[in-house]
């Protein structure tokens, strides 16, 4: 299930709900409880038995798992909240056993995608994850910073399993194998782990903050509701930690059925799906380009047509979606980070990517770029600084492009742009002192402006022929129709 | 652009207000477009000018990988079509009338009947023939009146209305979408030619259907064809040709003479049939309409002595060209009976659906029929 118009509508009538009736003081926690029945409703039916229940169960278990090792044992606040985390951890798990009693419950009732597992088995697996972890508390704080690299590790390789299609197949046919389902029917779609991306980026941001003492002390509720906060689930976008404990903060004080509020969060809901439901959806049935018409097509103009409806479509696709999220987080109280400024009005790839997914973008700067590049500046002999730049947008774009699927094409879109950035630092730290003269010329600087537009647009745009398409040799093929090659 | 949205202040009245203007404007406007009906003049604006025409009507249930989809506005149907094109004064034009095997099915654009026809380069009366595919998936002689009414504005010097006995039975004159959807149309035919259609059968419109809440498919669909524009002008592809399972040679002793609403073999009479269409399509068409009944596969198969095919037993067939053949003569229509001339391996997944090869080797012979008749008119 992804956010369709009832799911909005069904959203909507529920932060009415949470607004109007909600005491303040218990908020927070419907917003806990709300994310972690949502994680379950929204996950799209598995043909692999159980799999859409073990998914968002894996999802929560990481999440506890995650919240426990970044504790700071001797925080005081951490200390304080310590019996309300373990009301909180016995919620989750009554929440995940009540969700797996919709095992007894008609088909037509039921708020998860199939039958359940059943719920005593749940109960046991779950204590059986949880409870070696919470026993092994002296070696968990004792070696804090190793268990926090373990954790991340697990999280990468979660995320490289669930990316890579020959490996999910492999788990599929074992899992089907275990469930005594046909093995033929192994594949990838049977492990679609929604919003998992986006919460394994979240965890190794609380990871990794950890580690340099950047995170705030967060309660299980915070943590959990982080993690999972159902608007920004599917696709984003992801918060920082400590911004979003501070909205977390200021969600009981919030006026009830606040005007302000709805307004703005109604507008921005209505704008998302406009921008989603009309213009992308509707570029989306012909005008954008996939890997069917990329076979078909045989013409240079409809090839180019194709393309720039690919690009706008994913522009509104992704921003509406964003637009949505926003929507329903300031409709509950939540004012998650903007994700898109104008991306394709920029005049350097450098700005693009400041102004398109701005927190993956932020989040890959954080955890790939800055640690890397300063890694690299500490290494004696240093080496070159133009290396250091190039292999600092190497392995930030990467990690970007392979964040979206583990395969040839996303890993090329991504050193495509890591060389666009490559360049644009190095033209620009040479024409800087040229730019700054065409200030008192403004018809140069503008006819400048437009000609950078119509690059860094036109980069982009051929960019998105690797990311939209699933194979190597037919991006090239389209590539060679773009440009009028063996048509 | 949306800083209206990050500003504070706003009040309860100020939401309402927006709810209320924004409903009161989606009510007026649901209004104006129920009083003006704008349907047809926007159906009359299509992409297809700039993007290149369709050779054959839209029709598809795989909209995305056809580029074509399945509509009943025949306005913005036929304006997608290379019918639309200004007719040149050396422009013999000749339309091709019928159902799925006029149309293509399992056939390439540049498969179909009207264009092996085009491709023969045929001249009549010093005039260069130029072949429009108008057929339809859908066997209704109810629908080909519909469409030969419709392309009457497009100054046809020849119709080949090609037909088989599946599009006569009364069951199948008004069943169809375009038929229901284009009721009006529809009704008006059946009043000027005194057809014996029952109008009651017709779907009826209701107040809301006029406005843009009722008609929300049919502009969506308008949308839809202009897109797929795109990729009809940039692949050539409008069907999705998959693999098929052969039309049926062996018949079941269960249902065997079965046709329509007779289980048995009865004596058909010109009622049991919708000739009364056929009769008021060749009378409201200007040009003039050669019938042509379509060529069928005959089996050879277990029970083949009983039926020929899967539509047909033996007994309702024969019955059918002979009524056919006297009601021809009896009106002097122009009428070729063909159902014989196609070897059994020509035909593909149905009874009247041909194979490339097929398809060329009939478009022959309408060739030979339109020189034949050519020079007459």
Known sequence: MTFDLTTIGILFTAALLYSALLPPQWRGWSLMIGSVVAIYWLQPLSQLRYADFVLPTATIALAVGGWYVTRKPDDDEQKQSWPLDMAALGLV???????????????????????????????????????????????????????????????????????????????????????????????????????????????????????????????????????????????????????????????????????????????????????KFVIADTLAIGLSLNPALAEQVNSTVGMWVLLYGYALRLFFD?????????????????????????????????????????????????????????????????????????????????????????????????????????????????????????????????????????VTFHFVVLGWVWFALPEVGQSLTVFSRLFGVGN | MWGWLRSDGYSWGFYARVVLKATVLFALCNLVYALTMPLPLLSSFSAYSLTGPRTRLPYSNQPAEAFSLTTTNLDAMLATHTITRPKAPDEFRVLLVGDSATWGWLLEPDETYAAAINAANLSVTDKQVQAYNLGYPVMSLTKDLLILEQAQRYDPDLVLWLISLESFPPSKQTFSPIVQQNAETVGDLLGDYDLSINESELEQVPWWGRTIVGQRRLLADWLRLQIYS???????????????????????????????????????????????????????TDAPVIVVNEPIFISDGQNSDQRYNSLYPRWAYDQYRTLLRELADENDWLYYDLWDTMSPDTFTDNPVHLSPAGAQQLAEQLQNIILEHGEEF
């Not at chain 1, 700005?351 to 800055?370: E, K």
């Not at chain 1, 300063?374 to 990467?398: C, D, E, F, Q, S």
């Not at chain 2, 098929?244 to 010109?270: I, K, M, N, W």
């Open chain 1, 93 to 275: 798990l009554g929440l995940v056993v009540g969700m797996a009693c919709f095992r007894y419950i008609a088909p037509d009732f039921r708020l998860t995608a199939s039958r359940p597992p059943n719920p005593l088995w749940v109960a046991v697996g779950l204590v059986a994850v949880q409870a070696p972890l919470m026993a092994s508390r002296r070696v968990v704080y004792g070696q804090q910073r190793r268990t926090l690299m373990l954790m991340i590790g697990l999280v990468v390789l979660l995320f490289v399993f669930i990316k890579a299609t020959p490996l999910v197949t492999t788990v599929s046919y074992v899992g089907r194998t275990l469930t005594g389902q046909d093995t033929a029917l192994a594949g990838s779609v049977d492990f679609t782990w929604l919003g998992f991306s986006y919460v394994a980026f979240r965890l190794i941001h609380t990871f990794r903050d950890r580690q340099s003492g950047l995170l705030p002390a967060l309660s299980l509720r915070e943590y959990l509701t982080y993690i999972i906060f159902f608007p920004a689930y599917l696709a984003g976008p992801i918060d920082r930690a400590e911004h979003f404990k501070q909205e977390l903060a200021g969600v009981p004080e919030m006026p009830r059925l606040d005007a302000n509020r709805f307004t703005i969060g109604t507008g921005r809901i209505a704008v998302g799906i406009f921008k």
């Open chain 1, 318 to 454: 992704f921003s509406g979606y964003t637009d949505i999220a926003i929507g329903l987080g300031i409709l509950f109280g939540i004012r998650l980070p903007e994700n898109f400024k104008r991306p394709y009005t920029k005049t350097s790839i450098t700005t693009f990517w400041q102004s398109w997914h701005i927190t993956l973008s932020n989040w890959a700067r954080f955890y790939v770029f800055s640690p890397l590049s300063r890694g690299l500046l500490r290494r004696k002999p240093k080496p070159n600084p133009m290396l250091i730049v190039l292999l600092a947008h190497a392995a930030t774009m990467l990690t970007i492009g392979l964040w979206h699927g583990i395969t040839w094409n996303f890993a090329i879109w991504g050193a495509w742009h890591a060389l666009g950035l490559f360049v644009h630092k190095q033209w620009s730290d040479r024409t800087r002192k040229w730019y700054r003269g065409l200030k008192d010329k403004p018809l140069q600087r503008r006819a400048w402006n437009g000609f950078a537009w119509f």
């Open chain 2, 230 to 284: 795109v990729g009809w002008a940039s692949t050539g592809k409008d069907q999705v040709i998959s693999a098929y399972e052969p039309r049926r040679s062996d018949f079941d002793a269960e249902g065997l003479l079965q046709f329509e609403g007779y289980e048995e073999p009865v004596t058909l009479a010109y009622d049991d049939l919708a000739f009364d269409v056929l009769a008021a399509g060749i009378e409201l």
